[in-house]
């Protein structure tokens, strides 16, 4: 879903000019369940957004509607009610501010993976989704970076990595317990010592020079 999400942004470069942030917030418990919520804020760029919903296409590209864009959403949201372990889910629509986001609570990372590999492949068909891209075990959150060298991102232009400009990932990911170390040298500890903060271009992340991968112990 977030390569699709990407990749859509990308096409509109022209109008969002790289003012956009994802948010992916995990809160982990000793016993692996937890609270999956991820925000895309694209408020930055909401008057370019509304003036480009205003027109049926621009530069060849189709211009969903707010009608289609809800139907999608909707969509996403009946996979991840249907996903077994998956339960709670709230979501967010702002076609004001155009920030949305979605929350749910998952059983374990087995439950997460796998309905988040359903709705991966729900919206990009004939790709292969990224597999357990969280695990947790022993004591051990393992984050996986599983975009570097997909043949999605090498598509992408180095001009059009250009126009992605300040667009940011922030990874935020919280625990019960203290955090002893993590692999991930971007990344930094909050002062509780039980949360850890990423955040890192967008641009960086699409050439390959940054990943959000982070092995985290506790």
Same mark, same amino acid.
């Given at each position: 879903?977030?390569?699709?999400?990407?990749?859509?942004? $990308? @096409?509109?470069?022209?109008?969002?000019?790289?003012?956009?942030?994802?948010?992916?917030? $995990?809160?982990?418990?000793?016993?692996?369940?937890?609270?999956?919520?991820?925000?895309? #804020?694209?408020?930055?760029?909401?008057?370019?957004?509304?003036?480009?919903?205003?027109?049926?296409?621009?530069?060849?590209? /189709? $211009?969903?509607?707010? %009608?289609?864009?809800?139907?999608?959403?909707?969509?996403? /949201?009946?996979?991840?009610? =249907?996903?077994?372990?998956?339960?709670?889910?709230?979501?967010?629509?702002?076609?004001?501010?155009?920030?949305?986001?979605?929350?749910?609570?998952?059983?374990?990372?087995?439950?997460?993976?796998?309905?988040?590999?359903?709705?991966?492949? =729900?919206?990009?068909?004939?790709?292969?989704?990224?597999?357990?891209?969280?695990?947790?075990? #022993?004591?051990?959150?393992?984050?996986? #970076?599983?975009?570097?060298?997909?043949?999605?991102? %090498?598509?992408?232009? %180095?001009?059009?990595? =250009?126009?992605?400009?300040?667009?940011?990932?922030?990874?935020?990911?919280?625990?019960?317990?203290?955090?002893?170390?993590?692999?991930? %040298?971007?990344?930094?500890?909050?002062?509780?010592?039980?949360?850890?903060?990423?955040?890192?271009? $967008?641009?960086?992340?699409?050439?390959?020079?940054? #990943?959000?991968?982070?092995?985290?112990? @506790?």
């Amino acid at each position: 879903m977030r390569i699709k999400a990407l990749c859509f942004i $990308i @096409l509109l470069l022209p109008l969002l000019t790289g003012c956009f942030d994802l948010v992916e917030e $995990i809160t982990i418990h000793n016993n692996g369940s937890g609270t999956f919520v991820f925000e895309a #804020n694209l408020s930055q760029s909401k008057t370019k957004i509304k003036t480009m919903m205003a027109l049926d296409s621009m530069d060849g590209i /189709k $211009i969903p509607s707010i %009608k289609e864009l809800n139907k999608e959403m909707d969509k996403a /949201k009946g996979i991840l009610l =249907a996903s077994d372990g998956i339960s709670n889910f709230t979501e967010s629509r702002n076609f004001d501010d155009f920030i949305f986001s979605s929350h749910f609570d998952f059983r374990d990372v087995t439950c997460l993976n796998k309905a988040l590999s359903t709705l991966f492949k =729900a919206f990009n068909p004939g790709v292969s989704p990224p597999e357990n891209s969280y695990q947790f075990d #022993n004591h051990t959150f393992t984050r996986k #970076n599983d975009y570097n060298g997909r043949q999605e991102i %090498k598509k992408i232009q %180095k001009k059009e990595i =250009a126009l992605l400009g300040s667009a940011n990932m922030t990874c935020i990911y919280r625990f019960d317990t203290d955090i002893k170390e993590f692999s991930n %040298k971007d990344a930094k500890l909050s002062k509780s010592g039980k949360a850890l903060f990423l955040k890192l271009p $967008i641009p960086d992340l699409v050439n390959g020079t940054k #990943n959000i991968s982070n092995t985290i112990k @506790l």
